[in-house]
């Protein structure tokens, strides 16, 4: 089993379990006519259920927000000492060409206390090292995160898509919003989560949204499939050493979309597939065959237990509840936006007068996507 | 792949399939296509080691091999007719219920394992471990001829059926050693004399009764008229007949 | 000079007080115990302790006890052992013996325990809310490809053929010859009620069994009895045996007075004989070789599901890699706890590993290899209650099969006597008027009730994990802890130990 090595507090931790349970407060915004929007909108929308986390985990994802270097991959990366800077950035510099690199911005905060480093660096991957291996960019980078993440000490990279970002600390959703300075950044979806661990390491890391490529989930409950889909996920090269349930979700994500090429819709009923007896009973025999297949080949990718989830991507957002509905979840739109949320309320701070509120059925995604480029 | 029937279609409705470089599972599509299509006779030319041809094949037709037989050929066969004109691979009738196969040539290892009926002729040689667990039921009696040799082991689990061996213009022994090891059924018949340090334990030489002459006698000319050869030499000479003395060789075997 | 130094292990006896002398006792023992001369005598030496006398007496006039007989202790040379001896000192055979290993190793199962869900993830209650149990088994793609047209979603991908499972519990391969043909048709039966299927062993086809092929898998074993073209397409599955938990790389024999007219007529051999099974399949003496029976059953059938049945042993995640690449749907893995209608005792009791072990390594190495989807797992051999099958599907098993408990159902009193063809229950026997006892709607009934309990209970456990399908336990090792275990026993198994 790969090691993961993060601070001596974490790696003990990690000897005795393996993940946290996790329960939280999430919401999302996206305009799907790529109108871009401040951070400080979906702060404010997360202020409202404030009282879903404790304290200990909250956090961001924006898209479009670096446009300036839409076609470099964004590493956000934490350091907790210089060591692990040096061979990180060694690293870095064998495999990427960079283009930029600097430390992202904060400001003081009372509440978020012992922040680790935090930089940023935008890069692609080295030509060669493609050509050398006839490899997709997108593997080489996870292949890449993943490496960093279980081999280099107090190192953690949290986001590596493109045009993209994600934004987290231990504290509260709408401190830690404050800290990272997001009404400084402008982006066309953003998600939010706050957190409540059950029992923590008191790690940055382990705040959602949990990101890799351009995936950022953010989650609500636990995965009680979790030890099955980690599992499947290592078939495909995916490390799950996070501590938590809510990666499998992305690396999910990443596998059926990306990887496989399913629709996303397709994905989603991947996750939270229908029942047997909805599927048996299925009067359209090649709807009934897609979805007997899809049960069948993709039993381990089952997301079982509750959940709700939103997942942002390049492309737009979705959210997504388990197939009993366990979690909650609301949507409603206006104009070209789109919101999801745990509450109303959250969506009704930011958006009063919504064209139309509903609540998801379970298992039934609610998809917003660009209706043009960014 | 396949080129025009023959204009005979009253008669037999045939057609030759060009194997070249086919690979087996679509060959034996194709040849279950044409069986279903109502061609009965079916010539397979360039035939170079596919496997499972007439595999599981139940119907009244003949195949006729062009070439070196794969593996298994005839498994599970019941009822066709297969000639090869030439050599044929291991485990030609694997498990085999009824029909014919004849090998114009030798044959591999393993031939007839578990063959419960119908017949293999072969004109040549056959290997090691030939007609294990052969059985027999009812009307339903496997038959062997090889007019070669045979490696070891022929006969072993023989559980009914009858092996020929003539060993043409061969000295014996005609096989290799623990002849008919663990026979508890059926009768195997040899040309000229057989060693005893040959036998397997269970297995003891039987002197042939009118019956066994008159059965070789038929079994021969049709193993001569199948084989095109001339075997009228071979009527007169002595035969060997081994036949188990025990339909329970191992029941001493345990205790409770 | 004594006939036998073996002393008797049960003492028989009647209460002539309570005796009505009715002579039922004398009709049900299948061993011969009872006689009557004026009264019931009884002859201890040959009770097996099967309890069909007892059952059966109106009175309850009977009773069986160990016998007492004082041996001097010791601790190396228990008396079963010294029994042995004297067995062998007298008639020079192999101790032959019927049913599961019952020597006293450790079992891996009864040091696993299940997770359950508080606070932070809910419970889900499976008497009112879903929980699905069914299971494909079979080889599914990797991925599949989906297209899109017209707002809807279009499979391109093919799927091959799956053997589908209402409860992930099948009957396991048990041969008419070594069980009964009512035995069969209770499989059958119930296997069609339960929406699963049951496993015809070795020993061919009895065509009153074709009303339920739907729910039969065939076996192809070494001895290719009644395997003909017609049987290999009779089922919804092939299976080939290599193996089996109780005698791995051992043959089998089924003696020839099992062999009357019926079973004769299903194995096609000639009655009387003995079947014997060679050790090896004669065309399977390496992997490619497997490979080539594979496929000459795929295209036997129609590219029907095979499954390749072999006994756990030291290098059994190799093995089962090896016949993933073969060709294999279905890997069949049957523990060395496994039943047997006969094997010499040293085989059965010491050769093979636990069944536990062996999913767990499989499960991994086929994970590593990337091939999990290429096959399903069946575990067997020792499946004793839910709890077992709850813990094997955690471990990794699509699915597990169940031989002993079905039998245990029907009556069967594990007195491991399978091989005398006497069973007084009317199971392991060929006698007219032992296999009548057992009639096949009554056995289906109990095998139904016995495994609907079942897939209650695993119902529950799942609802207790907080998951609604089958699936989401499959593999799970998360949900698994170990009690007792050695660290490396438990490295090997991926489970942590409880407290972790």
Redesign the interface.
Known sequence: MMELVFGDQYSKWQVDTCKVPAACGLSGIISRDGKVLGGNVIIESMRVIHDRGNGLGGGFAGYGIYPEHRDHYALHIMFEGAEGRSACEGMLESELEIEAAEEINTRSVPAIQEAPELRRYFAVPRREKLARESIEPDDFMVRLVMSINTTVPGTFVFSSGKNMGVFKAVGFAEDVGEFFRLEEYNGYTWIGHGRFPTNTPGWWGGAHPFNILDWSVVHNGEISSYGINKRYLEMFGYECTLLTDTEVMAYLFDLLVRKHRLPLEVACSVLAAPFWKDIDSEADPERKALEQALRMTYSSALVNGPFAVIVGYSRGMVGLNDRIKLRPLVAAYKDDYLYVSSEESAIRQICPRPDRVWAPKAGQPVIGELKGDV | MSKAATGREEELKSVTVDATGVYYRELNHRVRELVDEGYREIILDGVNGQRYIGDGLVDDVTIIINGVAGNDLGAFMDGPTVIVNDNAQDGVANTMNSGKIVVRGHAGDVLGYGMRGGKVFVTGDVGYRVGIHMKSYKEQVPVIVAGGRAGDFFGEYMAGGVMVLLGLGEEPPLTGDYLGTGMHGGNIFLRGPVFEDQLGKEVRQFPLDEEDRCFLEGLLEEFAADAGMDLSGVKTDEFSKLSPFSHRPYGNMYCY | MAGSMVTSEFLVEVDHQRCRRCKRCILNCGFGVFDFQNMTTADSSKCVACHRCVVFCPEEAITITRNPLAFKEHPSWEVDRRKAIW??A????????GMGNDLPWLNVFDHLLIDA?Q????S?DPLR??M?L?T?LGR???????S?DNG????Q?E?GN?VELAVPIMFSGMSYGSVSLNVHKSLAIAAEKLGTVMNTGEGGLHPELTPYTDHIIVQ?A???FG????Y??AGVAVEIKIGQGAKPGIGG?L??EKIGREV??TR???V???A?S?APH??IYSIEDLR??I???K???GYKPVSVKIATVHNVAAIASGIARAGADIIYLDGFRGGTGAS?AVIRDHVGIPVEIAIAVVDKQL?SE?I??LVSIIAAGGIRSSADVAKAIALGADAVGVGTAALIALGCRLCQ?C??GNCSWGIATQRPELTDRLDPDWGAERLVNLINAWSLELKEVLGA?????V?????????LRALGLDSTTMDILDV?PAG?
Request: with cysteine; aromatic share 4%; proline share 8%.
């Open positions: 067995k062998q007298q008639s020079s055979g192999m101790i032959l013996t869900c606070v932070t993830n809910p889900i809310e879903p699905e069914k494909f599914k793609p990797d991925r599949l490809e989906v899109a809807g979603f279009r499979l991908t799927v799956n192809c070494s001895g290719r395997v003909h073209s017609d290999l397409n024999h003696p020839g004769s007529g096609m051999i000639p009387g004989t003995d014997l060679p004669h065309d080539q029976l496929y000459a059953l295209e036997a059938t010499p994970r990337g999990r989807n006597k091989y005398t994990l907080g998951v609604n399908a699936e989401s336990l499959r593999g799970n090792r998360e949900r942590k972790r």
